[in-house]
């Protein structure tokens, strides 16, 4: 699809694993090496590193993504088993096991190694279930990979369970699937909610599963490639990182459990999914966060226009909604999305404003804002340990990344007068390509023209509009000949002219 829409880039030439990176960083286009060095398999990259191709997935224009994402949602779609499918067109057992086959490369230079990125991780559980989640695995060895469960998650749950009955916990990956499933691996769905449904109602179509050659999961059959394993019950003993992650910030080194594969299936011409970070990983979860903002401000019965999770700010720290304010629901607005997930910073401002357009929100912070009033700062809440920024503080015990979280109120204040925001347009802009059009010389009694189309206020460019065909050298003379008669009046708050009623 994204070859069709002109987002894809196909290379050809044989490239070098290590160059991968830094080439999917700089290219506008996802990119599809053919052909790596030393590796049979080729990679795809950044397929989701753009709203426009995040929107192409969710199939809605790219202002609507949290709102079709809150919809597909709510159209859930349950998986079928299936016996046999694409990705298991090669299986690998045991020693045929080789992950350094896989060319997965290093994406920031200060990774603790080659990371696995798109790793859609299968565990289940006695209580909760089948859980889906996704998991950055950095390559240990032939057969070992480590697996990041420090922050909480429900495989963390799950893994924490086994680990304290000494057993190992079976878990699989697929890697290269449709990307709503990796979008419903990163929702923070509840334990006990089947990520493979979601992602169903997400892609519109049931995902179809296949039961593991080792263990006793299902992945979906059509992935490029599956890996089948368990994370062994060695518990948060090993090295991971350092990693580039979502904020675009290099993470902290970290000592983590050992996922260890005992196979491998992959179809025959696999492609290696290389996600990119982070504006792969950051464009994944924006059509939640934005889907809980409109969700959010419809609760606080405020009508939102448009919502917007920054891409600069990972689509996680800065949620920005446009609303058709009733009065004080600026305020409102700001207080429904403070609580949001990671968000730390809301400006909500009036419909008139682009959201989306950078310079239109700092206009609006800019005059519209009275910071006296409109800055809402609440300390002591709770922020992400991902932002530097936030001060770890022991709390019990235990650390807790506490910070303030702020919001603006971009809204025209209340009361303010509409014609102090009325802002420059330019007339004649619908025909301002015609500019030679050829100008009929002014009839004898255009003055009297003029004063008979002045029935009502009107603005000089309403004049110079009406008598369209008249040239400007001509309306602007009867013009003067009325001012001088004195007939010419004004409105004093929007600057129309009213004729007043004296003869020449
Ligand atoms: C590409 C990608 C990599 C991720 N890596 C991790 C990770 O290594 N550890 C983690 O706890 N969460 C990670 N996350 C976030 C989890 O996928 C997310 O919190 C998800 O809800 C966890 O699922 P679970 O709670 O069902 O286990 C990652 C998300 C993405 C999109």
């Not at 804002?369 to 609440?378: F, K, Y």
């Not at 991902?386 to 650390?399: H, I, M, R, Y």
């Not at 209340?414 to 420059?424: C, N, P």
């Not at 010389?441 to 065909?469: R, S, T």
Request: aromatic share 8%; hydrophobic share 45%.
């Amino acid at each position: 699809m994204l070859e069709s829409l002109g987002e894809l880039e196909k290379v050809t030439e044989e490239v070098d694993l290590r160059y991968v990176s830094a080439r999917v960083a700089a290219s506008p286009k996802a990119l599809w090496f053919e052909r790596v060095r030393g590796y049979e398999m080729g990679i795809v990259s950044g397929i989701l590193g753009s709203r426009e191709r995040l929107a192409a997935c969710l199939d809605c224009d790219q202002r609507e993504i949290g709102r079709a994402f809150l919809h597909k949602l709510q159209n859930r779609c349950a998986p079928v088993m299936v016996r046999t499918g694409p990705v298991k067109e090669v299986i690998k057992i045991g020693d045929e096991v080789d992950l350094t086959a896989l060319p997965v490369p290093l994406i920031s230079q200060l990774d603790g190694g080659p990371y696995i990125t798109s790793a859609i991780g299968i565990a289940r559980d006695a209580e909760y279930g089948r859980n889906v989640g996704a998991y950055r695995l950095m390559i240990r060895n032939e057969r070992e990979t480590s697996i990041d469960l420090v922050s909480a998650s429900d495989l963390k749950l799950f893994y924490e369970r086994a680990f304290k009955e000494g057993k190992s916990l079976p878990f699989a990956v697929a890697i290269g699937t449709h990307p709503a499933l990796l979008m419903a691996a990163a929702h923070m769905a509840p334990a006990g909610q089947d990520e493979f449904e979601l992602a169903g109602g997400l892609a519109g179509a049931p995902i179809n599963l296949v039961k593991c050659e080792t263990i006793d999961l299902e992945v979906p059959a059509d992935a490029e490639l599956v890996l089948e394993g368990e994370l062994l019950p060695t518990g948060w003993t090993e090295d991971e990182g350092r990693f580039g992650d979502f904020t675009g910030f290099v993470g902290p080194l970290k000592w983590n459990p050992i996922f260890r594969v005992n196979a491998i299936t992959h179809r025959r011409d696999a492609i290696f999914y290389a996600l990119h970070m982070p504006d792969e990983v950051d464009y994944l979860v924006a059509p939640p966060l934005e889907g809980s903002g409109w969700q959010a401000l419809a609760n606080a019965g405020v009508t939102a226009t448009a919502v917007y999770a920054p891409q600069a700010a990972g689509c996680n720290f800065n949620l920005y909604a446009s609303i058709r304010k009733r009065p004080g629901e600026g305020k409102n607005a700001v207080l429904a999305l403070l609580p949001l997930k990671r968000v730390k910073h809301v400006v909500v401002t009036d419909e008139d404003v682009d959201i989306f357009d950078p310079a239109d929100l700092e206009r609006a912070i800019a005059y519209r804002v009275r910071p006296a009033q409109d800055i809402i700062v609440v300390p002591g809440a709770r922020g992400s340990h991902l932002d530097p920024s936030v001060q770890l503080q022991v709390t019990k015990g235990a650390l807790a990344p506490l910070t303030a979280k702020w919001g603006l109120d971009a809204t025209i204040p209340e009361g303010a007068d509409l014609a102090e925001y009325e802002t420059i347009r330019y007339p004649f802009r619908e025909n301002c390509s015609d500019m030679a059009s050829p100008v009929a010389a002014a009839g004898i009694d255009l003055a009297e023209q003029i004063a008979a189309y002045l029935d009502a206020p009107k603005h000089f460019a309403e004049v110079l509009a009406h008598f369209g065909a008249t040239s400007q050298r001509d309306i602007v003379r009867a013009w003067g000949e009325l001012r001088k008669a004195k007939r010419l009046g004004r409105e004093q708050r929007t600057g129309r002219y009213v004729l007043q009623n004296t003869a020449i």
